[in-house]
């Protein structure tokens, strides 16, 4: 069988390792190896499907190389229901938001309505990545052609201590602005988001080119001393 924490580290560039390691200050340094992104890809091909398989069963990871590349390969997964199981045993081992984010199955846009049965339960975790991995997948399916004003409602009703919990959610009603301007725009107007998440997702919406000045010119006056 391949070793693939060998083959990982066949990809190892130290120095960007240190500069990965800072952006991700929730993982210690030693647990970061220094893998670039557009390596994954490569590394997946060299294992092969036969040793991937089995490095999908063997949780925790030590690295966060070894759980970015069970991201990249939840990515790949076709099956829907496979996919689904193996994202719910992933999800507790998620100890940072670059492979939170790096997470969203290619499968999940053919099944958005399936997917909707466990957005909520995700979003209302305990766990700080499980529940930031609900909001970006709202922010990534639901807030265009399969809308779900639902799922804002319930964003806006959570509360949390987690830096990485808050942001994911003032990023969300940021990119609702953009794409559903009328229906997200009463949240902040009615100011149902706390007041750090309120101001940020004012702040990420004005740096957006897709909002325009004079939209820009309204959320301003709408920020909460």
Request: one cysteine or more; charged letters at 30%.
């Amino acid at each position: 069988m391949t070793d693939v924490l060998a083959v990982i580290y066949q990809h190892q560039d130290a120095a960007y390792g240190d500069f990965l390691a800072k952006l991700i200050p929730t993982t210690p340094r030693e647990k970061v190896i220094g893998v670039r992104a557009p390596e994954y890809k490569k590394i997946i091909r060299e294992i092969g499907s036969e040793a991937a398989e089995e490095f999908l069963t063997r949780l925790p990871h030590a690295y966060h190389e070894e759980n970015s590349l069970h991201a990249a390969l939840l990515n790949q997964m076709k099956d829907y229901d496979a996919c689904v199981e193996k994202v719910e045993a992933f999800l507790p081992y998620i100890d940072n938001w670059a492979v939170n984010d790096s997470l969203n199955p290619a499968c999940f846009k053919k099944h958005r309505d399936e997917l909707a049965e466990h957005v909520p339960r995700w979003m209302q975790s305990a766990e700080t990545y499980t529940r930031r991995f609900g909001l970006r997948m709202v922010m990534c399916h639901y807030l265009q052609e399969d809308f779900r004003p639902g799922f804002l409602d319930l964003a806006a009703s959570l509360r949390s201590e987690e830096y990485y919990v808050n942001m994911m959610t003032a990023w969300l009603f940021a990119e609702a602005l953009v794409k559903q301007w009328d229906a997200a725009l009463p949240y902040l107007t009615d100011q149902r988001l706390d007041r750090w998440t309120h101001n940020k997702a004012i702040q990420k919406a004005c740096e957006s080119f897709r909002i325009t000045d004079e939209q820009k010119q309204l959320l301003r006056t709408m920020k909460i001393k």
